[in-house]
């Protein structure tokens, strides 16, 4: 395969970074990989299958050649680090909360609607009685 280690290195494949978003890991690859460095994923396929059995073996690795991995770890020093946004207000989340709560409940009482298919038989009138 071609996102494998080149023959001849001097030494076996190097993990650069562990990922525990799958965004994430592909955008550090891509990143590497149009750096024209050789580096792939090891462990994506349990990742993607499994995230919860990723996440415990210790998330995606991002594996490079050894002699690649100066130019890869300052490739990867170049790259913007995500910002983090400001979180919601508690005002805001106890809003959303509440009106999750009133459409469940209105949903719940339109949901509740008797079934409308089988044999339902019908009474014999009270005139035919008398």
Do not use: Q
């Not at 790259?79 to 979180?87: E, S």
């Amino acid at each position: 395969m071609r996102d494998r280690p080149v023959k001849g290195s001097r030494r076996g494949p190097v993990c650069i970074a562990h990922v525990y978003l799958w965004h994430e890991a592909h955008l550090m690859l891509n990143a590497l990989r149009s750096a024209g460095l050789p580096v792939w994923l090891e462990g994506a396929e349990i990742h993607s299958m499994r995230p919860a059995a990723g996440l415990a073996l210790g998330g995606v690795r991002l594996m490079v050649v050894a002699a690649r991995e100066e130019e890869a770890r300052a490739c990867l020093a170049d790259l913007p680090l995500p910002v983090m946004t400001a979180l919601p207000r508690p005002a805001t989340i106890m809003f959303a909360a509440l009106m999750m709560l009133v459409l469940m409940g209105v949903l719940s009482a339109v949901a509740v609607a008797p079934a409308m298919n089988g044999f339902y038989p019908t009474r014999p009138s009270r005139e035919a009685r008398i």
